[in-house]
DNA sequence: ACAGATTTGTGCGTATGTATG
DNA sequence: CCATACATACGCACAAATCTG
């Protein structure tokens, strides 16, 4: 809530920059505090602009779910608290939010075996070329779209991958089907773009919207990779949690000890 | 590159959504490999607008310096490869980007003592309402802006940080005139949004841009919170990288090795 | 119950920006 | 460069719903 300078002939309509500010506030717990917002007079007023244009906005963030007006009393946040999702050497979707979300659930898009392209073999410890099967799924929180992630498997070592997760619904029980009972995160990276516009029909987003991406790599007790992923959050309704003093079983200390026993992991 | 549908009346002028995606493009390697863009004409085509409409993005291209147009040759990227900033136990800004970038340096725009609100407080150990010292700085890679830090600091045990921040333009190395030999990340949480208006000006972003935020707390050798800071990267120049396997002295085993000297930090 | 103030909802005319051909 | 169409932004006015004294 910090600035209100908007930037005309930006290519970006002023009602949807104060859009983009009002979101943001309110996602920071900025603005809203007790749930109403200011008159559209006075956000005319802070933001420099006709009211009309501040009614766009609450227009465009009405549509999102976002905000509810009511004629006569005012406009009023609907209350989304942002989810925290934890980035350990234990990443698991449901058990990262379990504590936070009703119910979660993950479902597949499509499948299909394709070669690996570069980025995907150098991630899966395969060559160039090597068969890869490419899993797209789409995940919810309380009935709401999350994520969406493209996950890549050495298709000679996970032929059944796609039958399993179909039967299990969720990847750590699919590799566990197919012979992997532990998996540890080795690496991630995170960035953030613009949602493409698949990710905004299916996640349920509106234009302009902001994904954060991770790429993920996997890997068994043996420290071999078995599982590559790309996932896009809806910026909006997740943060991402890094605990730096993660002490979870390392991979890289771990080749001594032998694999995991079920029911060591933690909660 | 796999999206091209475009949106109208999203708020969003076609020729912006075309500039985001021809430079979000660049940035992942998508496009441009060989350093040259498609012909106008094609671009056109493959968005499905006019060649204008074209013009209008590869215009504001070159106004960023993302872009070079050359008439009767063509289009060309100007080569800028998205720096990769590490995120362990032991994250410093320099020593991070050392080897991406040919030099780095932090500079402060501002700095006051206020009272500690809630979430500071919280991070730093001390009661809210408590005196806090803020930070406000910026950081270059190469001479190009990439972040925007504000930094908060217990201004009864660091009354001295602002001095010593000015003499040794680093957190670090003021850290350690205040008597903090070493300090190790504890938590880093990660979300993604628009910048704000004071950040598109300070880091030279266009409209509409996006920011990675991190906020993160830094800990004494005693685990006693020293540092708590808020950074905004360029997210079109900047992704985060977390290794899940740090194997860097963890802050809970690190009592008995002493400091690390200047220098000894890995490459 | 009432009047007046506040707040959202709606209509219309006009100027400028964006996109096409 | 032009003409056309539509989206965006503004200013003013007034209606409808709600709150306050």
């Keep these: 809530m910090r600035d209100k300078l908007l930037e005309r002939k930006s290519g970006v309509a002023l009602w949807r920059q104060i859009a983009d500010m009002i979101r943001s506030d309110i996602a920071s717990g900025a603005a809203g505090a007790d749930g109403k917002l200011p008159s559209e007079m006075k956000l005319a007023e802070r933001y420099r602009v006709n009211r009309h244009t501040v009614r766009s906005a609450i227009a465009s963030l009405e549509q999102e779910g976002v905000l509810r007006s009511e004629q006569g009393r005012g406009t009023f946040v609907r209350r989304r608290k942002r989810l925290s999702y934890p980035i350990t050497r234990r990443t698991r979707f449901s058990a990262g939010l379990g504590n936070q979300a009703g119910s979660t659930s993950t479902r597949m898009l499509e499948s299909h075996e394709e070669p690996a392209s570069e980025t995907v073999a150098d991630a899966l410890g395969i060559s160039a070329g090597d068969p890869a099967i490419r899993l797209e799924t789409i995940s919810d929180a309380d009935g709401v779209p999350v994520s969406r992630a493209t996950s890549w498997f050495d298709a000679t070592r996970f032929a059944d991958i796609r039958k399993t997760f179909e039967e299990h619904a969720s990847i750590t029980r699919a590799l566990a089907s197919c012979g992997v009972r532990d998996y540890m995160r080795r690496s991630t990276v995170v960035e953030a773009r ?45 943060e991402l949690k890094i605990d730096n003093d993660d002490q979870t079983a390392p991979t890289s200390a771990r080749s001594d000890k032998g694999p995991l026993e079920p029911g060591r992991h933690r909660p």
Excluded: C, W
């Design 194 to 238: 613009h949602a493409s516009a698949e990710d905004i029909e299916l996640l349920g987003l509106s234009a302009g919207a902001i994904v954060l991406v991770t790429r993920a790599i996997n890997v068994d007790a043996e420290g071999k990779p078995v599982h590559y992923s790309e996932t896009r959050f809806a910026a909006d309704r997740v």
